[in-house]
């Protein structure tokens, strides 16, 4: 059983620097099972840092992080523990030599052992989910920005993982493909996965999220529910900085 | 004597030639190949010292003059009790000479994979070998296909320096062959005809591989 109930994700005190560049300045936050949480902040403020530690992909200096009940920063086997941590990046980082249903499944045959049969229909059933069945044949390099992340959240969702992290997953699409990702992953929050999602797509973020967390300078500054903190934010901070993406973005869309 | 003449009379001879120089560069090769994996990878993925000891093993080979590898082998072991045969010599001599310079073809396709390949991998749970192998490799080897092609004639042509130790390949034959009949420019350029076709034979081959396992709609300077 979980220590505490119903938590996926528990961050104590995470410190990280590069350098003489302190980027994460004590960070701790909770994820409990079925929960979306949103990561909004100015760039270069240590969210994608934050992330990437808790896949250990970047081992941090100090603090700790527990997965259910295993605590990632003192396992000698990260690796089976990322098994359970899917990952969507930026730039998707799908497996260019590989079909769709290559990059689905080889986690499956690799990682889990599956046999190629079943990872094949394994993988088949995850792209039908992302709303590209008719895809898995193709190539990286042959499908939209769009399609590449649908995939890559299809690569994550195959492997069952207990919490999947989004680092930026709109980011580098162009606005019209944005919606067909953002549908996908509403989806997944309302099937009940538990998501960790730095994004400042802010009417995502009022729909989906069931925490939005402010960081900025490497520590949280505020965290509360959508509705709160964008109508009511507690920090003056929090205010401007939302002001300022709203401005850039607009209005936040409808649900 | 005519060219024709030259070519019927040295047939026989330069084709023995041919199959052993053809040997020669197939198994250096081979063995080069194997050696620059490994070169590649220790230099890329080893720890300080493996990498360190790669790159000085590349820099030690590709700085000094082939010819010089070549006589160490062939007539520096004995010595010391290791007698190679002239052709055991000679491959010894081209597959650790050829396997630095396959090494650094290797490893720059090795690390023109963006580095986000291998965060992938080990973030659905790979090892970093299983990411080398089953993510990084793939792509690399297509990649170092091109340099590769070349460095396959370069030292198809450079077999030709093992006639000094007495390596009975294409280019022996040839001396052989015209210091009987006197012939010499009709016969060097029958041999050089043979080199010429050979080439041309394998980087056919190997454009049609890179054809073949190209990833579709994926270019490579994007």
Redesign the interface.
């Known amino acids: 059983m979980n220590k505490e109930k119903g938590s996926v994700l528990r961050i104590e005190d995470l410190h990280k620097s590069f350098g003489d560049n302190h980027v994460l300045r004590g960070v701790s936050l909770e994820i409990k099972r079925g929960e979306t949480k949103i990561l909004i902040g100015p760039s270069g403020t240590g969210k994608s840092t934050l992330l990437t530690c808790i896949n250990m992909l970047t081992p941090p200096d100090s603090g700790k992080i527990w997965l259910l009940n295993d605590e990632i920063t003192a396992s000698r086997k990260v690796n089976l523990l990322r098994q359970k941590i899917g990952f969507v990046f930026q730039d998707f980082s799908l497996f260019n030599h590989l079909t769709a249903l290559g990059n689905v499944s080889i986690g499956l045959t690799k990682v889990k052992g599956m046999d190629r049969k079943k990872a094949r229909e394994k993988a088949m059933e995850e792209l039908k989910q992302v709303g590209l069945g008719d895809k898995a044949s193709s190539y990286p390099a042959q499908l939209s920005g769009g399609q590449k992340q649908r995939v890559a959240i299809a690569r994550a969702l195959a492997m069952d993982p207990q919490l999947i992290l989004f680092d930026e997953p709109t980011s580098a699409l162009d606005p019209e493909l944005i919606g067909e990702v953002l549908t996908v992953m509403k989806k997944l929050a309302n099937q009940g996965m538990t998501m960790l999602v730095v994004s400042h797509e802010m009417g995502f973020a009022r729909s989906v999220a069931d925490e939005v967390i402010f960081m900025e300078g490497g520590i949280i500054v505020e965290q509360g529910p959508p509705a709160q903190l964008f109508s009511n934010p507690r920090v003056e901070r929090t205010g401007e900085f939302l002001s300022r993406l709203s401005s850039l973005f607009g209005e936040e869309d409808e649900k | 004597m005519t060219f024709w003449q030259v070519v019927q009379h040295s047939w026989g001879p330069l084709m023995d030639g041919l199959q052993v120089t053809i040997q020669l560069t197939l198994l250096s090769i081979v063995f080069g190949l194997a050696l620059g994996l490994i070169l590649a990878l220790g230099k890329v993925y080893g720890l300080k010292p493996i990498r360190w000891f790669c790159t000085a093993f590349i820099e030690i080979i590709r700085g000094t003059p082939l010819l010089v590898q070549i006589f160490i082998f062939y007539f520096g072991l004995p010595p010391y009790g290791i007698r190679l045969s002239p052709l055991e010599a000679a491959v010894l001599a081209f597959s650790v000479n050829s396997g630095a310079y396959q090494a650094e073809y290797l490893r720059g396709a090795i690390q023109s994979i ?1 580095s ?2 291998m ?9 970093r070998w ?1 990411g080398i192998i ?2 990084i490799m ?2 690399a080897l ?1 990649r170092v296909i091109p340099p590769w092609t070349n460095e396959f004639i370069y030292l198809l042509k450079y077999t030709s320096l093992a006639y000094i130790i007495g390596t009975q390949e294409l280019m022996a034959q040839a001396r052989f062959v015209a210091s009987r009949n006197y012939e010499y420019f009709h016969t060097y350029l029958f041999a050089a005809l043979i080199y010429l076709v050979v080439v041309l034979v394998f980087s056919e081959m190997f454009s049609w591989l890179e054809r073949r396992v190209k ?5 490579y300077h994007k």
Request: charged share 10%; no cysteine; aromatic share 4%.
């Open positions: 963006p986000g390949q965060q992938a991998a080990l973030s659905m749970g790979m090892t299983q089953s993510i793939p792509q297509r990833i579709p709609g994926f270019e």
